[in-house]
T-cell receptor, first 114, second 114 residues
Framework: EAQVTQNPRYLITVTGKKLTVTCSQN?????MSWYRQDPGLGLRQIYY???????DKGDVPEGYKVSRKEKRNFPLILESPSPNQTSLYFC?????????????FGAGSRLTVL | AQSVTQPDIHITVSEGASLELRCNYSYGATPYLFWYVQSPGQGLQLLLK??????LVQGIKGFEAEFKRSQSSFNLRKPSVHWSDAAEYFC????????????FGSGTQLTVLP
């Protein structure tokens, strides 16, 4: 089944404790992206990647890092999480990287930073 | 830069009633327009999309949307709502040549009364 898999689905952590949210897709998609969803704000893009070793900032990249060493994986790294990073995170992928491409989303990762 | 406005934060309808969710966009050229649905605990799923051609597009689950250039709108409609349609709905706009892909609206939460 074609899918985007995120882990963990739920995580509670404390301020400053580094964490990584993994994202993997099995569709050989070139484009991958991370969004955060907050009430009343919709989805905002954190980082995106157009291919292996090619990443760029989205609208809200502060406090996050990403890497794209393999085509299928695009982990989101929070080096020193803070409470304002408490949010619902989605990874998504698409075959191409123009605005006409349909995104396939993961099920989401709910992160709470205490 | 493009933007998307969903003026209704929350809508409540009775099962069997008709539904219209509003979406207005701001973009200089012809945009790519999408509606996604997010069911509780799930990722986002594409309902329908508009790129060009016929301004009335059909999607999954009996939904349709109409692109009105003069009003910069892309409203989502369904003639008869089912209880399983209760979810959050997001309108999104993409543009050609943009690797940042989509800009999402803030979402409309739909409640369906029995």
């Amino acid at each position: 089944e074609a899918q985007v898999t995120q882990n963990p689905r739920y995580l509670i952590t404390v301020t400053g404790k580094k964490l990584t949210v993994t994202c993997s897709q099995n569709m050989n998609h070139e484009y991958m992206s991370w969004y955060r969803q907050d009430p009343g704000l919709g989805l905002r893009q954190i980082y995106y990647s157009m291919n292996v070793e090619v990443t760029d900032k989205g609208d809200v990249p502060e406090g996050y890092k990403v890497s794209r060493k393999e085509k299928r994986n695009f982990p989101l790294i929070l080096e020193s999480p803070s409470p304002n990073q408490t949010s619902l995170y989605f990874c998504a992928s698409s075959a191409g990287h123009s605005g006409a491409n349909v995104l396939t989303f993961g099920a989401g990762s709910r992160l709470t930073v205490l | 830069a493009q933007s998307v406005t969903q003026p209704d934060i929350h809508i409540t309808v009775s099962e069997g009633a008709s539904l219209e969710l509003r979406c207005n966009y701001s973009y200089g050229a012809t945009p790519y327009l999408f509606w996604y649905v997010q069911s509780p605990g799930q990722g986002l799923q594409l309902l329908l999309k508009y790129f060009s051609g016929d301004t009335l597009v059909q999607g999954i689950k009996g939904f349709e949307a109409e692109f009105k250039r003069s009003q910069s709108s892309f409203n989502l409609r369904k003639p008869s709502v089912h209880w399983s349609d209760a979810a959050e709905y997001f309108c999104a706009v993409g543009r050609e040549g943009s690797a940042r892909q989509l800009t999402f609206g803030s979402g409309t939460q739909l409640t369906v009364l029995p």
